[in-house]
């Protein structure tokens, strides 16, 4: 790999949300300021039109200003932060405290109002802008932070910026030097996860070849947003007879041991005038109030292995149901070893009918979680 590309990867990762290593004290010149907006009007814009207008704001009063309606908005939104508050919370509350002294403040803006009408050249056209100004602040040692709290004061600050009607405000970036330079990857989720080829929900562990065969653990991911307490989705999702009463195939299902890390469980399977047949699974993990997950057959060479996760989405949880083939043996590998040629359309066909059963069971499962969270 050369150099150029481990730079730009290393820019690319590691430009942070930057809000208490912000260097308050030293400052920014405009002219660094004007070649990384320069750097990012390079970036793509809807319909080949130039509409997208920034402001930088220097005058001390006018910062105060915007910091301000700014701080109005964060005040309601961190009024009860308590012990229980996130890093992140605590960190975006430092910013609002202390906007009014950075060195500048950046407003990345548009001709035009959002209409929903697709019509391209509106705000779709500013973000990647805005982005490419932050990799290019990091790449000259500055920093920023993506906010938009402000847009729930967009028309005091208009007022106060003399920006006109017609004109959509999209982000707000803080503008100084970093203190240090030693910034990181952040914890995302892998590509693998969240990147379905060729059909909605279905997954690879690897990135597959030409064709998709065993080898890259090709499985699926079903995901439901629910209106319910962690809690209350994890006493559902840690009864295997609960996606048994939703499932077409998993007909029910008895615990072997006391349910806990490495407990088994006899799953009895049915798909109707074609086999009957039991499978033994093991508790591959075991997180209350977060995950659930089994394998099937075997806990080191699992035919499949088959996990709810549990995400908290501030107020509402999504939960995710992955199911990943293999690496063991299974009925669906065995067909696909016994006819090659017809081994992708059977890899497709057993992956359309386990998505389906994920999808009805997670529908099943909001449903109940959500009654009972109504009572
Ligand atoms: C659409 C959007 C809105 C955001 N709004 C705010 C905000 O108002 N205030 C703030 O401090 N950070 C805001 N952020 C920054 C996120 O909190 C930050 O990206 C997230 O915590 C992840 O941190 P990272 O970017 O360093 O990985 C926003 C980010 C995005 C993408």
């Known amino acids: 790999m050369s150099d150029d590309v481990t730079t730009v990867d290393r820019v690319l990762t590691t430009t942070r949300a930057v809000r208490r290593r912000l260097d308050l004290e030293r400052p920014v010149h405009n002219d660094v300021i004007f070649e990384c907006i320069d750097i990012a009007e390079q970036a793509p814009t809807g319909g080949n039109l130039g509409s997208r207008r920034w402001l930088v704001i220097r005058d001390p009063n006018v910062k105060s200003a915007i910091a301000e309606q700014y701080r109005s908005v964060s005040d309601l939104v961190f009024a009860n932060l308590g012990d229980s508050a996130s890093p992140v919370m605590v960190s975006a509350k430092h910013l609002a405290d202390h906007l009014h002294e950075v060195p500048a403040i950046v407003i990345a803006t548009i001709h035009g109002e959002h209409d929903g009408s697709g019509n391209p050249g509106l705000f779709d056209s500013v973000i990647q802008a805005a982005w490419s100004f932050c990799l290019a602040l990091r790449a000259r040692g500055l920093g920023s932070a993506w906010t938009t709290m402000h847009l729930n004061r967009g028309e005091e600050i208009a007022d106060v910026l003399g920006i006109p009607d017609g004109v959509t405000q999209i982000v707000l970036l803080p503008v100084a030097y970093t203190v240090g330079n030693d910034f990181n990857r952040a914890p995302r989720r892998p590509a693998s996860e969240i990147t379905y080829v060729d059909h909605w ?124 083939m293999g690496p063991g043996p299974s009925g669906t590998s065995a067909a696909m070893r016994k006819a090659p040629a017809k081994a992708e359309s059977i890899l497709a066909g057993r992956r359309k009918v386990i998505a389906a059963n994920m999808t009805i069971t997670l529908e099943g499962i909001k449903n109940l979680a959500e009654a009972d969270s109504s009572r």
């Open 201 to 324: 929900g279905y997954t690879t562990a690897t990135a597959p070849g030409d064709t998709i065969d065993l080898d890259d653990e090709p499985g699926v991911t079903a995901e439901i947003d629910i209106t319910a307490t962690p809690r209350h989705i994890w006493e559902l999702i840690c009864d295997p007879n609960t996606p048994a009463a939703f499932d077409n195939e998993l007909q029910h299902a008895q615990w072997l041991d006391k349910p806990g890390l490495g407990a088994r469980f006899v799953g009895h399977n049915r798909i109707r005038d074609v086999a009957d047949w039991e499978t033994t699974n093991y508790i591959a993990h075991y997180e209350p109030g977060r995950v659930f997950g089994w394998h099937v057959m075997d806990l080191d060479e699992p035919s499949a292995r088959w996990t709810f996760e549990i995400e908290p989405l501030g107020g509402i949880c999504r939960l995710r149901y992955r199911m990943i």
